[in-house]
C-alpha cells in the first residue's frame, strides 16, 4: 500500500514544557486536552485554548526530555497512513550546530500538532540532527493565513541561528506575531517602548496605562514562548495611531521591531493631544530587540502582511 498523507498544522509549541523524560500523547477528547495543557503551563485546565474542531481533529504531543542547553526543538516532518490501521508521525530533534554557543539552561522541548482523525493506531519515529532545520510557520485565522507574505512563510528555526560573530547567516526572515491591544489613551505620556515577559510584567504596566487595578488586567500570553511588546508615542493630534509593521530578525544576534506612527493631517484641529499605544504578542526568539520608527501621513496606510482574503485575519 502506498503511503497516505494526513492533513495536519503545527498548533503549540515551546522549550519549557515541564516534562523530564521523553513523552508522545494522543488528545483525542477536550477534557484530555485540558489536563495536559495545565500540566504543561500550571494554569487552569479551563484556561487551555478551545478553537479544536474534536469531532474532526486531534491533537499530538511530543516531548523529548529535558535538555542541558538551548539550541534544542523538536519538530514533526510529517504524519501519514503506511497501512490499513497503522499511522505514522515522523519528527525531529534539532540539536545545536557543531561550534554553536547556546545558554546553559535547562529546555525541555515540546510541540503539539493538530491532525485530522484517521482510523488507525498512531506510531511515533523520531530522529536527531544538528540544526537549522526549517519549517512552516503555522497559520492564524484560517488554514490559507500565514500573517506574513508567501514569500517569507518558510523560516528556520530562531534558536538554532548561530550567535558567533562571522558565522554564516541565513537571510532576514519574518517572527511570528500579532497584535494584543492598542488605544488613543494613556496615562503614559513620554515616548517608550518596553518588552514584558511575564504576567506580573504585564500586569504592572496596564495598571501603569490605564489607571485600572493590576488583577483587571486581560490575559497576557503564553508565557512558555510568547512575550509583549509595547510602544507609546505621546502628544499626537487625534486620530493619529501607533502599530507594528513587522518583526524581523536582521541579524544572527538582533531582532527588530519596525512600527508606524500614522499621523493625522495637519490641518486636523488640536483640541486634546492624544497618547497612542500599541501593544503586540511575538514568539520569543534569541537575541537583542532594536526598533525602528516611521512617520506616515494619514491617509497613508500601510501594507497588507497577509493575502489569505479573510477581512477579520489579524495579520492584515
Excluded at 130 to 142: E, K, Q, V, W, Y
Excluded at 289 to 294: D, H, P
Amino acid at each position: 500500500m502506498t503511503s497516505s498523507p494526513i492533513q495536519w498544522r503545527e498548533y503549540k509549541s515551546g522549550l519549557y514544557g515541564g516534562v523530564p523524560v521523553p513523552r508522545q500523547l494522543v488528545m483525542n477528547t477536550g477534557a484530555q486536552w485540558q489536563r495536559y495543557w495545565s500540566e504543561i503551563t500550571g494554569e487552569l485546565p479551563q484556561s487551555a485554548p478551545d478553537d479544536i474542531s474534536w469531532p474532526q481533529e486531534l491533537l499530538i504531543a511530543i516531548h523529548i526530555g529535558q535538555r542541558p542547553s538551548a539550541g534544542y526543538e523538536v519538530a514533526v516532518e510529517s504524519i501519514q497512513t503506511v497501512r490499513p490501521g497503522e499511522i505514522v508521525v515522523r519528527y525531529v530533534e534539532v540539536t545545536p550546530a557543531p561550534g554553536q554557543m547556546v545558554a546553559k539552561v535547562i529546555t525541555s522541548p515540546w510541540v503539539v500538532v493538530r491532525m485530522n482523525r484517521a482510523p488507525g493506531v498512531v506510531r511515533f519515529e523520531g530522529r536527531t540532527q544538528p540544526g537549522p532545520i526549517a519549517r512552516r510557520i503555522p497559520g492564524r485565522c484560517c488554514d490559507r493565513c500565514t500573517g506574513i507574505p508567501s514569500n517569507l512563510v518558510i523560516g528556520y528555526l530562531p534558536v538554532q541561528y548561530p550567535k558567533v560573530m562571522g558565522d554564516p547567516f541565513n537571510p532576514l526572515y519574518s517572527i511570528q506575531w500579532r497584535t494584543h491591544s492598542e488605544g488613543s489613551e494613556s496615562n503614559i505620556d513620554r515616548s517608550r517602548t518596553q518588552v514584558l515577559v511575564t504576567e506580573g510584567d504585564w500586569q504592572k504596566y496596564w495598571s501603569e496605562s490605564t489607571g485600572q487595578p493590576p488583577h483587571l488586567a486581560p490575559k497576557g500570553a503564553d508565557w512558555n514562548k510568547e512575550q509583549l511588546i509595547a510602544i507609546h508615542v505621546p502628544r499626537l493630534r487625534p486620530g493619529s495611531k501607533v502599530m507594528v509593521e513587522s518583526i524581523e530578525r536582521v541579524s544572527a544576534a538582533t531582532i527588530q521591531v519596525s512600527y508606524l506612527v500614522l499621523t493625522a493631517p495637519s490641518r486636523t484641529a488640536v483640541t486634546e493631544p492624544t497618547n497612542p499605544w500599541v501593544v503586540v504578542r511575538m514568539d520569543r526568539s534569541p537575541g537583542s530587540l532594536q526598533f525602528k520608527r516611521q512617520d506616515v501621513a494619514v491617509p497613508e496606510v500601510p501594507p497588507v502582511r497577509c493575502d489569505c482574503g479573510c477581512s477579520t485575519c489579524p495579520g492584515r
